[in-house]
Nanobody, 128 residues
Framework: QAQLVESGGGPVQAGDSLRLSCAPS????????MAWFRQGPGKEREFVSAISWSGGSTYYADSVKGRFTISRDNAKNTVYLQMNDLKPEDTAVYYC?????????????????????WGQGTQVTVSS
C-alpha cells in the first residue's frame, strides 16, 4: 500500500519560491494520478493542483494559477509542486494525495474523497 512522504516545506517571505516533493515511501508503481491539497489554520482541506499519471493533464485551483506548477518524474516516482510568488494566504499544511482509480476530470480531482492515499503533510508558512 502506497505511503506518501512530502518534503520541501518551510518558512519563507512573501514573493519567495518553494518546491514541494512527494514520493511513495516504499517505491511502487507510478500509475497513479496525484494531487496536492492544503489546509490553512481553521480552514477545510482544499484542492491545489492535480496531475494525471502520464503527466499529460493538469488542473489548478484558481487561487494558484500562474504561480504554482505541478510536475512529475515517473522515473523517480516523484511529484513536485513548484510554488512561486508565495503569498501569506498560501500558508497551510500541504498534503500529497494519490489514487490509481480516479477519472481525471476537474470536478473529480478536486474532491478529497477521491484519493485513497495521503501523506502526513508539510508546513508552508509565508510571512509578509
Amino acid at each position: 500500500q502506497a505511503q506518501l512522504v512530502e518534503s520541501g516545506g518551510g518558512p519563507v517571505q512573501a514573493g519567495d519560491s518553494l518546491r514541494l516533493s512527494c514520493a511513495p515511501s516504499g517505491g511502487g508503481p507510478s500509475m497513479y494520478a496525484m494531487a496536492w491539497f492544503r489546509q490553512g489554520p481553521g480552514k477545510e482541506r482544499e484542492f491545489v493542483s492535480a496531475i494525471s499519471w502520464s503527466g499529460g493533464s493538469t488542473y489548478y485551483a484558481d487561487s494558484v494559477k500562474g504561480r504554482f506548477t505541478i510536475s512529475r518524474d515517473n522515473a523517480k516516482n516523484t511529484v513536485y509542486l513548484q510554488m512561486n510568488d508565495l503569498k501569506p494566504e498560501d500558508t497551510a499544511v500541504y498534503y500529497c494525495a494519490a489514487d490509481n482509480d480516479i477519472i481525471f476530470t476537474q470536478a473529480l480531482v478536486e474532491r478529497v474523497d477521491e484519493y485513497q492515499y495521503w501523506g502526513q503533510g508539510t508546513q508552508v508558512t509565508v510571512s509578509s
